[in-house]
């Protein structure tokens, strides 16, 4: 059967294409390896992707995940399409509540901040939660099935071939023809797309990486952030090497979970709407650019994730502070007399600095000891950390002001394009795909 666009990868970026296109007239089918919100058990995969399906933070500001200028947008228009993405969740029955709203609030903590020479980043968003973004979610899918878009899940695309007259796509026991196609499989396909877009002759150019750990720590040092802003994003210059750390999806009360990605596993974080623990979590992660000769930023995460999965016997790592700058493996006793207890049942203690290379090691304590002027504690020896978290945001397309590729319907969206990072982010990439295909047949 030929469709008009094949969308491959259900996360925000395919959803939110895809409702834009349906409404337009367009016979669209979305193609994902996972399943649908009710039977999906991946993290990584499957309708909602991983960050919609599992903590759901919108951070409604054109200033946290993505670059507005690489994606072509104004600052008006960006403002109005993250107004879009809002009230789309909204409407499938996201909470009508927000955080980072008082002014005041925001001030008083952005300076504390500089006092400690951090960067705050301030901006509205919403936290949906991880039991309710599943409803939402469900909402959402059921919605696009009832307007007629088409969803084959559980469906690997093997491969791309470019045809006089569209695309065709193949997998496991799939063979889908189409005009257009929107590449939207989402962090965990991004190697995925890289390969193929280079047999179509559009491979990436090498971006930047995220290489960090997971931080774990009583639930009471945020609170008073918290109140401020729930998802609050630092950016720390550590002293050695002047490299830059940031704060990214914090979870008070929340759970640190593994992410399974075949050849490796990470660690990665969510809260609950109804299930609290006593612990927060966030990731920490150090900014990485390569140069010649080793500009390959995928493999070299690739390379770092496979390490310490080796290292950690399949399971992420868990070493308590105290140990990590003694340069000492933690061991089952040691991590027992951390004040608090991992919410990660499946790990194994070690030494990350066995798996993660020394200067980000440097950087992370580095940037701990510098947070803890605004997180009184959070440099505590029973201060547990997980390894490794990655964002494998580094290869990055050339897009135009549609998303749309050098080769001619060959679009990319999400985070897999290297130009989002986040949900919001996703979803506006996924819209601006959609309205050039619109534009571009006449549907505008």
């Known amino acids: 059967m030929r469709y008009d666009v094949a969308i491959v990868g259900a996360g925000p970026a395919g959803l939110f294409a895809a409702l834009e296109l349906v409404e337009a007239g367009f016979k669209v089918i979305v193609v994902d390896k996972g399943l649908d919100p009710q039977r999906r058990k991946s993290i990584t995969c499957g309708v909602g992707g991983a960050g919609t399906f599992s903590d759901g933070k919108l951070n409604l500001t054109p200033r946290i995940g993505g670059d507005p200028a690489a994606i072509g947008c104004s600052p008006g228009e960006l403002e109005a399409l993250i107004k879009e993405v809002d009230e789309a969740f909204t409407r499938y029955g996201a909470p009508e509540r927000y955080s980072g709203e008082r002014d005041e609030d925001l001030a008083a903590l952005k300076k504390k901040a500089a006092e400690a020479g951090i960067e705050f980043i301030a901006g509205r968003q919403r936290h949906i939660g991880t039991s309710r973004i599943r409803e939402v979610i469900d909402n959402f899918y059921h919605d696009l099935l009832a307007r007629g878009v088409e969803f084959r899940l559980g469906t690997k695309v093997e491969a791309i071939e470019h045809l006089p007259n569209g695309f065709l ?52 040092l945020y609170e008073p952030i918290e109140r401020v802003m729930y998802d609050a994003k630092f950016r720390v210059r550590t002293s050695t090497y002047d490299d830059m750390v940031r704060t990214f999806c914090t979870n008070p009360r929340g759970f ?12 990665n974080g969510h809260a609950e709407n109804d299930k609290k623990t006593e612990n927060t979590n ?14 390959d930023t995928t493999e070299y995460g690739r390379a770092i994730a496979k390490l310490a999965t080796t290292i950690g016997g399949g399971r992420p790592i868990l070493q308590r502070l105290k140990d990590l700058k003694k340069g000492r493996r933690s061991t089952p006793e040691r991590l027992r007399r951390a004040p608090i207890q991992p ?29 803890d002027r605004i997180i009184p504690g959070l440099a505590a020896d029973g201060t547990l950390i997980y390894a490794p978290e990655i964002k494998f945001y580094d290869t990055r397309y050339r897009v135009n002001k549609g998303m749309e590729t050098e080769l001619p319907g060959f679009y990319v969206a999400g985070d897999a394009s290297g130009h989002s990072r986040g949900i919001v982010f996703a979803a506006v990439t996924g819209i601006l795909a959609a309205r050039h295909i619109k534009a571009v047949t006449g549907n505008a």
């Open 343 to 371: 919410t990660l049942e499946e790990y194994t203690p070690g030494d990350i600095s066995m798996a993660l290379p020394h200067r980000v090691v440097m950087d992370i304590v580095e940037a701990l000891e510098r947070l």
């Open 256 to 267: 640190v979970v593994k992410e399974d990605y075949e050849e490796f596993v990470l660690v």
């Open 282 to 295: 966030f990731a920490l992660l150090v900014h990485i650019e390569l140069t010649d000769p080793v500009e």
């Open 169 to 220: 796509l193949k997998g496991n026991g799939l063979e889908v023809e189409a005009h257009r196609v929107i590449a939207a499989p989402g962090r965990v396909g991004a190697y995925w797309l890289r390969e193929v877009a280079r047999r179509l002759g559009v491979g990436p150019e090498f971006g930047p990486l995220d290489v960090g750990v997971r931080v774990e720590f009583p639930a009471e």
